[in-house]
């Protein structure tokens, strides 16, 4: 199983992208950014440093949690994307709206 | 046979990545009854690791080659079998037998792709000492062919496939001055990509779409978008046929957690002006008459469902005589490195190919050796000189 770990600090969250965030790690995630959000921190980084590989079933996970995000007011942002991510991201325009930043701290800075 | 064509046969059965949801179950049960075994596991050995896709008596979990039983037996022809693990040099040491869960028994019988390449194995294992004989062997390779069968279909699969078949446009655009045609891989893992051609009142339209992730749903999403973008078009602009359908498909999608992206592109044939949208899509190319140039449809336009209220821009070209419109679906996710490459490669076959099935033919033979495990679909419009 990938393992998924969640830091938060009030409104804000640091999520932990699993090591292949694919059709079976894609459903974790999208209920852990749920999960977050529901809890007050729609503010959401996720960290995808140890993720080298992202499917189009992972895209949609984060997608479903940037929209959940951005209606209780927040938003998501990723960092630490790798090359194989920011393809998929740049190919499909969607780092239009998920944001990709060189580090956590970038991405967390001026919500 | 390569370790790399091995390996490859093993990505493209797309096992790794996805849920077994319990189809080895019985075999399995049914192997740890009849060889009276603790541990019974399906394991796939790529080039680093051994997985375990399902199991009774251990986790599914991933091993290194190094300490892994079945890398070994992805070597063999048949069985391979270890008596005592303790006593064997190649394993005494080995993570899994000096420490726990302290195996000593071990055989497997090897898995193979379609292709004959050896993927993973049907293993048993067991913590004492213990023979297995020729007439267990071949009952492994038994229980191993059924595993095998199982590996390359499921019922899901194949009820996919017929949707998507249904997906095909049954006639051919009949466009004076123009060769149309659209494929798509035969199905390995089924998704949701599809092509589409109709005419309008005012022009023609094609389509290539791909709803984002695989199987059944996948599938039916698409054809739902399919006729929904149909209705949309007869009557609407372009953009707005696209908002059209993001409003009726957001719920769909939400629920799914799918999105998808879609390039589509409206022909004058007389002047051969085009009018497209790329929703987040970005696998649209035009190919001169000479196959020497090739210029990207890019925009900056998102896919469909990945924010609310969104809109779609227009965006104009000409398709002179000779030049050839090729688009391809996002079977690149799982595929190139760069994406550029296969625009490379289609300007390149573009030259080659007398015609516009040719041209799709060429682009799926050559997608089908790189695809990891998302189909490929093609379309290709090529004006007449």
Request: glycine share 8%; net charge negative; aromatic share 4%.
């Amino acid at each position: 199983m990938s393992t998924i770990e969640v830091r938060t600090e009030g409104r804000q969250a640091v999520v932990t992208g699993p090591p292949r965030l694919n059709m079976t790690a894609a459903p974790q995630l999208r209920e852990v950014l749920a999960q977050t959000v529901a809890h007050g921190s729609p503010q959401i980084v996720v960290d995808l440093g140890g993720t080298t590989f992202v499917d189009s079933s992972g895209l949609g996970a984060l997608v479903g949690g940037l929209k959940t995000a951005r209606q209780a007011g927040g938003d998501l942002r990723l960092a630490a994307v790798s090359d194989q991510v920011m393809t998929v991201l740049t190919l499909t325009s969607l780092h239009r709206v998920l944001r990709p930043f060189p580090t956590v701290e970038d991405a967390s800075r001026e919500w | 046979m390569t370790e790399d064509d091995r390996v490859g046969a093993l990505q493209r059965l797309d096992v790794l990545d996805s849920p077994t949801e319990g189809r080895f179950d019985r075999v399995i049960r049914l192997a740890q009854q009849l060889f009276d075994v603790p541990v019974v596991a399906v394991n796939m050995v790529d080039a680093r690791a051994q997985h375990t896709i399902a199991a009774v008596g251990m986790e599914c979990d991933s091993v290194p080659r190094a300490d892994s039983f079945c890398a070994h037996t992805v070597q063999q022809s048949s069985t391979f079998v270890v008596p005592d693990a303790s006593l064997d040099p190649r394993f005494a040491h080995t993570a899994l037998v000096a420490g726990d869960p302290h195996v000593r028994f071990y055989a497997g019988h090897p898995l193979h792709a379609p292709g004959g390449q050896a993927i993973g194995s049907l293993c048993l294992a067991g913590s004492r000492p213990r023979e297995f004989s020729a007439l267990e062997q071949r009952l492994l390779g038994d229980l191993a062919s059924w595993v095998e069968e199982e590996l390359v279909r499921s019922d899901e699969r194949l009820e996919a496939e017929q949707v998507q078949r249904r997906l095909v446009p049954r006639r051919p655009l009949g466009l004076e001055g123009y060769d149309v045609a659209g494929g798509g891989a035969p199905a390995r893992s089924v998704s949701g990509d599809f092509y589409d051609w109709h005419e309008l009142p005012d022009g023609f339209q094609v389509v290539l779409a791909d709803v984002m992730g695989k199987g059944l749903t996948a599938a039916i999403l698409a054809a739902g978008l399919r006729a929904v973008l149909r209705g949309a078009s007869r009557y609407n602009p372009l953009p707005i046929a696209l908002q059209r359908v993001a409003a009726s498909m957001t719920a769909d999608l939400d629920e799914t957690g799918s999105f998808v992206t879609m390039f589509a592109a409206r022909l004058d044939p007389e002047t051969g002006a085009l009018e497209w949208v790329d929703a987040g899509h970005g696998l649209a190319v035009i190919i001169d008459a000479t196959a020497s140039t090739a210029r990207q449809l890019n925009s900056e336009d998102l896919p469909i469902g990945a924010i609310d209220d969104d809109t779609w821009q227009s965006h104009h070209e000409v398709l002179a005589p000779g030049e050839t419109l090729a688009v391809v679906s996002d079977g690149i996710l799982d595929l190139f490195d760069e994406p550029w490459d296969a625009v490379e490669t289609g300007r390149e076959l573009s030259g080659v190919c007398a015609t516009a099935q040719d041209l799709v033919d060429e682009i799926l033979a050559r997608a089908a050796h790189h695809v990891v495990s998302d189909d490929v679909t093609a379309l290709v419009v090529r004006r007449n000189l």
